[in-house]
Protein backbone atom coordinates (compact mmCIF):
# COMPACT_ATOMS: atom_id res chain seq x y z
CA UNK A 1 0.00 0.00 0.00
CA UNK A 2 0.98 3.56 -0.70
CA UNK A 3 1.48 6.06 2.04
CA UNK A 4 3.60 9.43 2.46
CA UNK A 5 4.94 10.99 5.64
CA UNK A 6 5.85 14.61 6.22
CA UNK A 7 8.67 14.22 8.94
CA UNK A 8 8.08 18.05 10.57
CA UNK A 9 4.49 19.50 11.17
CA UNK A 10 5.69 22.64 11.57
CA UNK A 11 9.06 24.52 10.66
CA UNK A 12 10.02 27.90 10.63
CA UNK A 13 12.91 29.55 9.06
CA UNK A 14 14.21 33.24 8.83
CA UNK A 15 13.51 35.10 5.94
CA UNK A 16 16.96 33.89 3.34
CA UNK A 17 17.67 31.01 4.60
CA UNK A 18 16.94 27.51 3.48
CA UNK A 19 14.18 25.61 3.45
CA UNK A 20 14.14 21.63 3.90
CA UNK A 21 10.60 19.93 4.44
CA UNK A 22 11.26 16.71 4.35
CA UNK A 23 8.77 13.66 2.98
CA UNK A 24 9.13 9.73 3.13
CA UNK A 25 7.06 7.32 1.29
CA UNK A 26 6.20 3.73 0.70
CA UNK A 27 4.91 2.40 -2.30
CA UNK A 28 4.94 -0.89 -4.20
CA UNK A 29 5.61 -0.03 -7.71
CA UNK A 30 7.49 3.00 -9.33
CA UNK A 31 5.57 6.39 -7.77
CA UNK A 32 4.68 9.28 -8.70
CA UNK A 33 5.33 11.89 -5.72
CA UNK A 34 4.04 15.88 -5.95
CA UNK A 35 4.10 18.45 -3.72
CA UNK A 36 1.27 21.44 -3.53
CA UNK A 37 1.30 24.06 -1.18
CA UNK A 38 -1.66 25.87 0.45
CA UNK A 39 -1.69 29.62 1.34
CA UNK A 40 -3.64 30.69 3.67
CA UNK A 41 -7.75 30.58 3.20
CA UNK A 42 -6.61 29.57 -0.66
CA UNK A 43 -6.55 26.74 -2.80
CA UNK A 44 -3.98 23.61 -3.82
CA UNK A 45 -1.33 24.49 -5.87
CA UNK A 46 1.24 22.05 -7.79
CA UNK A 47 4.84 22.98 -6.74
CA UNK A 48 5.94 20.11 -8.73
CA UNK A 49 6.18 16.70 -9.56
CA UNK A 50 8.65 13.45 -10.23
CA UNK A 51 7.20 11.18 -12.70
CA UNK A 52 9.96 8.79 -12.82
CA UNK A 53 12.00 10.92 -15.00
CA UNK A 54 15.51 13.39 -13.42
CA UNK A 55 15.41 12.64 -9.91
CA UNK A 56 16.20 16.32 -9.18
CA UNK A 57 12.92 18.65 -10.04
CA UNK A 58 12.61 21.57 -10.23
CA UNK A 59 9.66 23.49 -9.63
CA UNK A 60 7.60 26.99 -9.39
CA UNK A 61 9.10 29.86 -7.19
CA UNK A 62 12.71 28.70 -6.21
CA UNK A 63 11.57 24.62 -5.06
CA UNK A 64 12.83 21.77 -6.03
CA UNK A 65 13.13 18.08 -4.94
CA UNK A 66 15.19 15.38 -5.06
CA UNK A 67 13.66 11.95 -5.53
CA UNK A 68 15.68 8.96 -3.64
CA UNK A 69 14.78 5.98 -4.28
CA UNK A 70 17.13 4.55 -1.87
CA UNK A 71 15.92 6.64 0.95
CA UNK A 72 12.27 6.59 -0.14
CA UNK A 73 12.54 10.32 0.28
CA UNK A 74 11.37 12.97 -1.55
CA UNK A 75 12.03 16.31 0.25
CA UNK A 76 11.03 19.62 -1.00
CA UNK A 77 14.12 22.37 -0.56
CA UNK A 78 14.90 26.29 -1.68
CA UNK A 79 18.04 27.92 -1.01
CA UNK A 80 16.23 31.25 0.50
CA UNK A 81 13.06 31.80 2.09
CA UNK A 82 11.26 34.50 1.06
CA UNK A 83 7.99 35.52 3.24
CA UNK A 84 5.94 35.06 0.72
CA UNK A 85 6.43 31.17 0.86
CA UNK A 86 4.46 30.90 4.41
CA UNK A 87 1.96 28.15 3.35
CA UNK A 88 0.76 24.54 4.00
CA UNK A 89 3.03 22.13 2.22
CA UNK A 90 1.98 18.92 1.40
CA UNK A 91 3.99 15.71 -0.02
CA UNK A 92 1.67 13.50 -2.02
CA UNK A 93 1.91 10.31 -3.45
CA UNK A 94 0.24 8.24 -6.39
CA UNK A 95 -1.37 5.23 -5.68
CA UNK A 96 -3.22 3.27 -7.95
CA UNK A 97 -6.87 0.97 -6.60
CA UNK A 98 -8.66 -0.86 -9.18
CA UNK A 99 -9.43 2.12 -12.06
CA UNK A 100 -8.65 4.69 -9.55
CA UNK A 101 -5.51 6.21 -9.69
CA UNK A 102 -5.60 8.62 -6.56
CA UNK A 103 -3.62 11.00 -4.76
CA UNK A 104 -2.26 10.23 -0.73
CA UNK A 105 -1.58 13.17 1.19
CA UNK A 106 0.60 13.99 3.55
CA UNK A 107 -1.22 15.44 6.70
CA UNK A 108 1.09 18.38 5.32
CA UNK A 109 4.00 21.11 7.39
CA UNK A 110 3.60 24.53 7.97
CA UNK A 111 6.07 26.15 7.15
CA UNK A 112 7.25 30.02 9.08
CA UNK A 113 9.07 32.44 7.48
CA UNK A 114 10.21 34.87 9.91
CA UNK A 115 11.32 38.37 9.39
CA UNK B 1 -7.85 29.55 -18.27
CA UNK B 2 -7.77 26.27 -17.80
CA UNK B 3 -9.66 26.37 -14.61
CA UNK B 4 -11.63 24.09 -11.92
CA UNK B 5 -14.02 26.26 -10.01
CA UNK B 6 -16.78 25.43 -7.55
CA UNK B 7 -19.72 27.47 -6.23
CA UNK B 8 -20.36 28.22 -3.53
CA UNK B 9 -16.98 29.09 -2.01
CA UNK B 10 -18.36 29.17 1.79
CA UNK B 11 -21.76 27.56 3.61
CA UNK B 12 -23.65 27.98 6.36
CA UNK B 13 -26.64 25.43 6.70
CA UNK B 14 -28.45 23.22 9.21
CA UNK B 15 -28.42 19.69 9.85
CA UNK B 16 -30.75 17.79 7.42
CA UNK B 17 -31.06 20.65 4.74
CA UNK B 18 -30.39 19.29 1.55
CA UNK B 19 -27.13 20.65 -0.81
CA UNK B 20 -25.44 21.01 -3.59
CA UNK B 21 -21.79 21.62 -4.08
CA UNK B 22 -21.48 22.61 -7.83
CA UNK B 23 -18.14 21.37 -9.55
CA UNK B 24 -17.00 22.39 -13.36
CA UNK B 25 -13.72 21.93 -15.17
CA UNK B 26 -13.08 23.40 -19.01
CA UNK B 27 -10.26 21.14 -19.97
CA UNK B 28 -12.04 18.20 -20.79
CA UNK B 29 -10.66 15.95 -18.16
CA UNK B 30 -12.49 12.72 -18.19
CA UNK B 31 -11.49 12.03 -14.28
CA UNK B 32 -12.55 14.19 -11.44
CA UNK B 33 -13.12 13.99 -7.74
CA UNK B 34 -14.18 15.23 -4.47
CA UNK B 35 -11.96 15.60 -1.61
CA UNK B 36 -12.33 16.87 2.16
CA UNK B 37 -9.89 18.69 4.24
CA UNK B 38 -10.08 18.63 7.56
CA UNK B 39 -7.34 19.74 10.43
CA UNK B 40 -4.82 16.69 11.19
CA UNK B 41 -6.97 14.21 8.90
CA UNK B 42 -5.16 16.03 5.46
CA UNK B 43 -7.52 15.74 2.48
CA UNK B 44 -9.37 12.40 1.81
CA UNK B 45 -10.98 11.39 -1.34
CA UNK B 46 -15.11 11.49 -1.36
CA UNK B 47 -16.11 10.05 -4.71
CA UNK B 48 -14.47 10.22 -8.17
CA UNK B 49 -15.43 9.82 -11.74
CA UNK B 50 -13.37 8.04 -14.22
CA UNK B 51 -16.23 9.40 -16.85
CA UNK B 52 -19.60 10.61 -17.82
CA UNK B 53 -22.20 7.88 -15.77
CA UNK B 54 -18.81 6.54 -14.25
CA UNK B 55 -18.81 6.85 -10.51
CA UNK B 56 -16.58 5.16 -7.41
CA UNK B 57 -16.79 5.54 -3.87
CA UNK B 58 -13.33 6.74 -2.64
CA UNK B 59 -12.07 6.47 0.93
CA UNK B 60 -14.83 8.60 3.32
CA UNK B 61 -17.90 8.44 0.91
CA UNK B 62 -20.77 7.78 3.03
CA UNK B 63 -23.19 11.07 3.43
CA UNK B 64 -22.34 12.37 0.02
CA UNK B 65 -23.84 11.84 -3.59
CA UNK B 66 -22.45 12.74 -6.65
CA UNK B 67 -23.17 12.29 -10.49
CA UNK B 68 -21.41 12.79 -14.07
CA UNK B 69 -24.40 13.43 -16.36
CA UNK B 70 -22.05 15.79 -18.36
CA UNK B 71 -18.10 15.66 -18.73
CA UNK B 72 -17.30 19.01 -17.55
CA UNK B 73 -19.38 18.82 -14.22
CA UNK B 74 -19.41 16.78 -11.22
CA UNK B 75 -21.85 18.06 -8.17
CA UNK B 76 -21.45 16.56 -4.41
CA UNK B 77 -24.48 16.33 -3.14
CA UNK B 78 -25.48 15.98 0.56
CA UNK B 79 -28.82 15.00 1.00
CA UNK B 80 -28.97 15.22 4.71
CA UNK B 81 -25.80 17.05 6.49
CA UNK B 82 -24.60 16.63 9.66
CA UNK B 83 -22.76 18.19 11.66
CA UNK B 84 -19.65 15.83 11.36
CA UNK B 85 -19.40 17.13 7.27
CA UNK B 86 -18.28 20.33 8.71
CA UNK B 87 -15.40 20.57 6.15
CA UNK B 88 -13.29 22.34 3.29
CA UNK B 89 -14.31 20.25 0.12
CA UNK B 90 -12.05 20.81 -2.87
CA UNK B 91 -13.04 19.09 -6.27
CA UNK B 92 -10.49 18.20 -8.67
CA UNK B 93 -9.91 16.89 -12.35
CA UNK B 94 -7.21 15.63 -14.53
CA UNK B 95 -6.39 13.98 -17.75
CA UNK B 96 -5.47 10.66 -18.39
CA UNK B 97 -2.18 8.79 -19.68
CA UNK B 98 1.20 8.47 -17.50
CA UNK B 99 1.91 12.40 -17.39
CA UNK B 100 -1.50 13.68 -15.53
CA UNK B 101 -1.29 16.43 -13.01
CA UNK B 102 -4.40 16.96 -11.02
CA UNK B 103 -5.99 20.73 -11.12
CA UNK B 104 -8.06 21.91 -8.22
CA UNK B 105 -10.31 23.92 -7.41
CA UNK B 106 -10.51 26.92 -4.92
CA UNK B 107 -12.11 24.81 -2.39
CA UNK B 108 -15.69 24.71 -1.02
CA UNK B 109 -16.01 25.81 3.08
CA UNK B 110 -18.97 24.41 4.42
CA UNK B 111 -20.33 24.42 8.41
CA UNK B 112 -23.19 22.00 9.38
CA UNK B 113 -24.90 23.80 12.42
Redesign the interface.
Known amino acids: AQSVTQLDSHVSVSEGTPVLLRCNYSSSYSPSLFWYVQHPNKGLQLLLKYTSAATLVKGINGFEAEFKKSETSFHLTKPSAHMSDAAEYFCVVSARAGNNRKLIWGLGTSLAVNP | EAQVTQNPRYLITVTGKKLTVTCSQNMNHE?M?WYRQDP??????IY?S?NVEVT?K?DVPEGYKVSRKEKRNFPLILESPSPNQTSLY?CASRSGG?????Y????TRLLVL
Not at chain 2, 40 to 45: D, E, S
Not at chain 2, 98 to 102: E, F, K, V
Not at chain 2, 104 to 107: E, S, T, V
Open positions: YSGLGLRQYMDGFSRWTQFGPG
